[in-house]
């Protein structure tokens, strides 16, 4: 069963478009959320996170909208570009578990 | 700044074959993991090791082995390769206490 959901598998943008990525989780236990970019050929590396105790964090273009009632979040792109054409991946740990769970990834193209 | 190695980059077998995936890292990271990347399912945990000849089951541990020989490396064995399984094997670390995994670039495994 996939404790991390992301909702949709790809999704295409224009340059300089907002770029909306869903996700949502199964476990209440989970309280933190890091979002992670992968280009082809690499391995993911970590973007952005947030804590199960803030609703929003925000890292220059990149913004995390975090909805505990509803247990999902969202990682917004602003002004994409087509450098940020990459997997991103939705993951969600506990803080006394060692072990992130990871969602299926959504796969971003931005058309300049 | 650190890197892990994996070895080899690209592994091809035959079915039934024991298949040995290797992982080095000179962060010095207590965490050590090994996930399963395949198209549209994400990363999914296969094993972990939170310290030296420690090892833990994930979600996906049936038909793997794994062993953690020295803090630094953590080696991954596919007890009897699948016919038509390719995948990206992740293998990443983290140091006790912080939450930002690092991953290596992955091992392509195609079973022919």
């Known amino acids: 069963q996939q404790q991390v959901r992301q909702s949709s598998q790809s999704l295409t943008v224009w340059e300089g478009e907002t770029a909306i990525l869903n996700c949502s989780y199964e476990?209440?236990?989970?309280?933190?959320f890091p979002w992670y970019q992968q280009f082809p050929g690499e391995g993911p590396a970590l973007l952005i996170a947030?804590?199960?105790?803030?609703d929003k964090k925000e890292d220059g273009r990149f913004t995390i909208f975090f909805n505990k009632r509803e247990k999902n979040l969202s990682l917004h792109i602003k002004d994409s570009q087509p450098g940020d054409s990459a997997t991103y991946f939705c993951a969600a740990s506990e803080s006394n578990n060692n072990a992130p769970r990871f969602g299926a990834g959504t796969k971003l193209s931005v058309k300049p | 700044g650190g890197i892990i190695t994996q070895t080899p980059k690209f592994l091809i077998g035959q079915e039934g074959q024991k298949l040995t995936l290797k992982c080095q890292q000179n962060f010095n990271h207590d965490t050590m993991y090994w996930y399963r990347q395949d198209s549209g399912k994400g990363l999914r945990l296969i094993y972990y090791?939170?310290?030296?000849?420690?090892?833990q089951k994930g979600d996906l541990s049936e038909g793997y082995d794994a062993s953690r020989e020295k803090k630094s490396s953590f080696s991954l064995t596919v007890t009897s390769a699948q016919k038509n399984e390719m995948a990206v094997f992740l293998c990443?670390?983290?140091?006790?206490?912080?939450?930002?995994?690092?991953f290596g670039s992955g091992t392509r495994l195609t079973v022919l």
């Open positions: 476990n209440s236990a989970f309280d933190y």
């Open positions: 090791s939170i310290t030296e000849n420690d090892l």
């Open positions: 990443a670390s983290r140091l006790g206490g912080a939450e930002t995994l690092y």
């Open positions: 947030i804590r199960s105790v803030s």
